[in-house]
T-cell receptor
Framework: NAGVTQTPKFQVLKTGQSMTLQCAQD?????MYWYRQDPGMGLRLIYY???????DKGEVPNGYNVSRLNKREFSLRLESAAPSQTSVYFC????????????FGDGTRLSIL | QKEVEQDPGPLSVPEGAIVSLNCTYS??????FMWYRQYSRKGPELLMY????GNKEDGRFTAQVDKSSKYISLFIRDSQPSDSATYLC???????????FGKGTHLIIQP
């Protein structure tokens, strides 16, 4: 079972470049999330989509945009990458946006030079 | 005050020992709690999902919630080197949408 699949796994960008991180889930989940994980900061929510057709900001949305392409896919876009966006990005999904546990992909490691 | 606190460790124990991992939380309204295991260069993997107080057991793992003291614990029996990982507690409560995570405890099981 694939679960949550993220692409790419690694990426190096130069400051100012743009990039889209892709996420797809095959669990028929309604809700999807993007987190970033930084040393000493833990996991922080960037954006989420409670259901197909909706997106909302999380704790650290500045510099990012998202698109819920369909029920399976949720992408994260960096329009003009900055070194502060160097991080590991995780996509997650859950059955719905309530108290359900979330299931995570294996992350995208992004370095901005 | 952080809403979910965890000691970052590292916590190093010999193989076969009982491991106790702990989190405290600040808001007595939190009712659902999760434990995730994260191996190096991997995503968090759901281990346990509990509601309210009491114990929940799954194989060598037991999750315990003490709402009176706002304390959650994960016990690992007969610990194995393969249990070496970072363990994260989380709750869907909190000021942020999504899950509020502790920062994780790095566990090392020595063969």
């Amino acid at each position: 079972n694939a679960g949550v699949t993220q692409t790419p796994k690694f990426q190096v960008l130069k400051t100012g470049q743009s990039m889209t991180l892709q996420c797809a889930q095959d669990m028929n989940h309604n809700s999807m999330y993007w987190y970033r994980q930084d040393p000493g900061m833990g996991l922080r929510l960037i954006y989420y989509s409670a259901s197909e057709g909706t997106t909302d900001k999380g704790e650290v949305p500045n510099g990012y945009n998202v698109s819920r392409l369909n029920k399976r896919e949720f992408s994260l876009r960096l329009e003009s990458a900055a070194p502060s966006q160097t991080s590991v990005y995780f996509c997650a999904s859950s059955e719905d946006y309530s108290n359900q546990p979330q299931h995570f992909g294996d992350g995208t490691r992004l370095s901005i030079l | 005050q952080k809403e979910v606190e965890q000691d970052p460790g590292p916590l190093s124990v010999p193989e076969g020992a009982i491991v106790s991992l702990n989190c405290t939380y600040s808001n007595s309204a939190f009712q659902y709690f999760m434990w995730y295991r994260q191996y190096s260069r991997k995503g968090p993997e759901l281990l346990m999902y509990t509601y309210s107080s009491g114990n929940k057991e799954d194989g060598r793992f037991t999750a315990q919630v003490d709402k009176s003291s706002k304390y959650i614990s994960l016990f690992i029996r007969d610990s194995q080197p393969s249990d070496s990982a970072t363990y994260l507690c989380a709750t869907p409560g909190g000021g942020a949408d999504g899950l509020t995570f502790g920062k994780g405890t790095h566990l090392i099981i020595q063969p």
